[in-house]
């Protein structure tokens, strides 16, 4: 019997800020992330990202234990920036706060400024602090107050670059992939930020360097001030792009993710609108592709009702995707509060004639009770979902992070025209695996749309409209 | 000159008393510095407190809910990491009803920073009443602090205490914060005495025989407990308690009633064998159950205790026919194989001399995260002349020594998996296995099949580094198709 928790969190669907803020710092180059903290937020976050990324990752911590808790932590944070500085000389260091360094008040700018001062005669590394409290908000926010610290420290105006900034979120690095290629063919410079393509899916080359020298480079961050304009790929992660347009005038637009075919399509016009350009015929091909996959795919994919987990973001956007497939979003559940997401999902399920169930802060618990209530042919999200699929016997298709029991999470791609194609094959393929035979008939009956409205719960939906308003 | 300073530690020289090159004539005392601070920006692979509690000792039990007294993020870092399965049986011949009910579900408090500034007890008071609610087969709850709680001063333990009463069931709080001590170290010790303080000793067992035994430090990675359970079920000895892979709650707090305590994981699990002695007069033995000579030797040590010495060499026999000619084939496969073992703690010592003597390699460097003398102490009488002991390394040091040295082969965690993939040498996860159990005899079988099948794939033939062409006679035995089935065969 579920009874409705108010306090305690089941199986979370959000990590907090250090781990957004290291998420960020991947995509940049030769720059190390430090948490400011005890040893287990960095072990315990590495441990996260390598079997994800299947990478080596570097996260630098400094080590707080007892005694300097009791002291604060100046002396852990300048021989961390010593030791990183002279061993490792990045061309930038981030520093990350942690919840025991906001709890014990630690005043990061304040040691920078000391480390700097006592070190005038040598080279130092950019070092950026950045506060990133973990019982505040999510990962989520973590990426954007990254993003928001790293613009607010170097952004420089000089010239205009004609360039678009292009704020990615957390996405994959073949998704950063699919980004810059659309982007390329638009023929539109950018600068990405960040930029995980090549880091997180490296060649094997005999070089496995602590520090990145692929990503977004300090110039490129400072020459953000001179676009034409920012476009956030995630709504959530817009801060720095509100933050360039009141300095320097750079038009900031906000979301959506690029996933399938409408929200493409408006990231498109966005392009197109900021840097005056034209529509060339390879996009319009790779558009015109996509429809014939989901025309191609029609059959199979209609009414199938899903389930989907993530980033905001990302759910939101899956939910108005797969709504354009024909299926049925069931429950939508995302583990960070937030209003913006929810009334993202209302206007889409306006929009599209669905009447999902809303979890805006919802646990992965809550999210299996609900599709234990609204059912659900198929479940989207990371590989935390295994167990519930497992158990209502639904395929998990893996998007998101982390997906630690499958090989090539960094190679997993939604966004875009081409994105989307490969989602529109691998959700299809995953139906017609599990509920279709060899001889491509559909193994089980799946009930009509009328069928399943005489079935759906009224009350149900009523109990977890009040649950979004918590 | 015992001590090495490698060349990425040019600027960290506090590093090098980490790094101990064995020689034989040196005395006893030296050895690697160890268990003392993490050096600040040094890349440290070392977990915290917490992780050492709950990841290691507590997330093995199959029936408690653990509410991690933490903002989101250790809640989530927590859940169902580590690969410790558990069976649904319990003492009394009932089953659990959820099956990995311990990698399934991790609950939190979620706290918020309005929490951090008020207090969080109302909250973890109330997760834990919800927690009880919304699993009711769970047969206990534990809480643990967290770096946030640990310092905002919830007393943890009155919550515990108040509601163990209100809710009728044992609600335990682990006060292991994560800045406590240098290591997840730490975190292995304050559980230990939480469960000795709080369990033990406070029921009974639902029957007793006189070859009970209790299984301490044995998490059943990957099934390892199950396989050393199946030895001492035909040798006519019942595990009573296990601490604290595929245990329930019930089963720590009878730990008093065993006849002989086994200390396995001997870093991790040794404080509370000492406590029961202490206090309840129960003797116990270390073991050692990697590789066949060592668990044959010390079935036989427990064979002698109980008197069921001849029930302990069948197992042996019968045991040893089986993997006996597999286990030729590896060594043939592996003879000569550079290795280094680069474990937690422990499985640094308990393989050094197997993988040696018992498959042909040579283990030229060990290392451990959070071990202490005691454990250096063995890893120094274990391994060979020269052999590089290292003591909370990290991965710039781990490359340098692999760039150098060039080792077929490394055991050691996920973390350190694809740098080593990267520098061209294979790695097997020997925290948490990759074709396990890796324990006994089979295990051993398991391991060895694990190193060769890494060692031998023919990917590492396709690497063409320039200074490091890739050794020729692997190509052989993969164009052969040589199988130890095969080989088996052939011999026969």
Redesign the interface.
Known sequence: M??D????????S??????GAVQALLGVKNTMP?IH?????S??????L??H????I?V??????????IYGGEF??M??????T??QSPDMIVVTS???T???GDDMAGIIEKFKDANLDNELPVIIPVST????E?HVEGYNRTIKALVEHLATPSVPNGKINIITGNISPADCKQVKDLLYQLNCDSIILTDTSENLD?P?????L?LYNEGTSIEEIEDTANSLGTISLSKHVDSAAIFLEKKFGVKSISGPLPLGFENTDQFVTSVCELGDLEIPESVEKDRGRLLDAMVDAHSYNFHRKVAIFGDPDFVSGMTRFTSELGMIPSVVCT?TESERFTEDVKLISKEKGINPVILAGGDL?DMHQAIKKAGADILIGNA?GA?TAKEENIPLLRVGFPIFDRLGAQRISVLGYKGSIEFVDKITNTLLDFYYDEAGYEIVDEKTEEILREEGDEGFEEDFMSKEEI | MPYKLFD??K??PERKKHTYVKHCSDPEECMPHCNT???????????????GAKGVITGALKDVVH?VH????????????KRYPTSPNMPDGSKFPIENFNL??????????S??VFGGMK?LK???I??A??FPEANAIYAYA???TG??GDDMDAVAKELTTELGIDILAFNA????????SKGHHIANHTLFDRLVGTKEPPTTTPYDIGLIGEYNIDGDLWILESYFKEMGIRILSRFTGDACHDELCFMHRAKLNLVRCQRSATYIADLIKEKYDVPYINVDFFSTKYCAENLRTIGKYFGLEEEADKVIADRMAKVTPELEFYKKKLTGKKVYIFSGGPKSWHLAIPLENELGMEVTAVASQFEHEDGYVKMKNRTREGTLIVDDPN??EL?EMITKDKPDLILAG??E???A????VPSIMIHSYENGPYIGFEGFVNLAKDMYSNIYNPVWNM?D?EE?PAPEETEIDVESGETPENEAKVSK
């Open positions: 579920h009874h928790k108010k306090f305690a969190v089941v199986n979370p959000k990590m907090c800020q250090p781990m430090l903290g005890s040893q287990g937020c072990t315990y976050m590495r441990f996260q390598i079997r990324f299947r990478e080596p570097e630098a911590s400094t080590s707080m234990n007892e005694k300097t808790v852990n944070l021989k961390a920036l010593k030791n990183i002279e061993k942690s919840c025991l906001e709890t014990i409290p973990s019982y505040v999510s490296a094997l080359t005999e070089e496995t602590s583990g618990f935390y167990s | 990425v530690d600027e960290i601070t993490t050096i600040p920006g040094s890349m440290s692979e070392r977990g915290c407190a917490f992780a509410v933490s903002p989101v993020g250790c809640t989530f870092y927590a859940g169902g990491t399934k579900y991790v609950c939190g408090t979620d706290l918020m920073e929490d951090v909250k109330q997760s834990i919800e927690a609610q919304e967290t770096c946030t310092l905002i914060p994560g800045f406590a001590g240098p290591s997840q991965s710039m490359e996920i973390k998996k694809y740098m993939h990267k520098l061209g690497i580094f490091n």
